[in-house]
């Protein structure tokens, strides 16, 4: 169970997370969720919230596969305090860990797989034209 947060001053974002990780023998289960929120002055305050459940399998000790999907939802600036989730996208997520005793790093990629609009009432299957890559760094003790 890892809790974090964060902040960065170039892009005005704070941002919260809570990692659980449950391993057994060479498979693993991670859950994440995560909360942003923009405060820069010139876009109105975003607030996203994020979860994500992936499943990973150790190759060796050093090297593992996941997959997983990732959600992530907007509030809209005015619903701020009702916490209605307005627009969001559901990610396919598939990535690798390589770990050491120290350090752990994880790449993967985020494939939109789904887009919904509470608003519009409209939801869609997408074509993944707008893949991100992420990359992470953890120090263990």
Do not use: C
Request: net charge neutral; no cysteine.
């Amino acid at each position: 169970l890892t809790p974090g947060s964060g902040f960065s001053g170039a892009s005005l974002t704070q941002s919260s997370f809570l990692n659980f990780t449950y391993t057994r023998q060479k498979s693993f289960f991670l859950f994440d969720i995560q909360h942003d929120l923009n405060r820069s002055p010139d876009l109105p305050n975003d607030l996203q919230l994020g979860t994500s459940l992936a499943f990973g399998h150790s190759v060796s000790s050093t090297f593992s596969l996941m997959l997983g999907f990732k959600s992530i939802g907007v509030v809209d600036p005015e619903q701020e305090r009702r916490l209605v989730i307005d627009t969001g996208k559901i990610f396919f997520t598939p990535g690798i860990q390589l770990r050491s005793r120290s350090v752990v790093i994880e790449t993967f990629l985020e494939l939109p797989i789904y887009a919904y609009d509470h608003n519009s009432r409209q939801s869609e299957f997408i074509q993944p034209n707008d893949v991100r890559a992420n990359l992470g760094i953890k120090y263990q003790r």
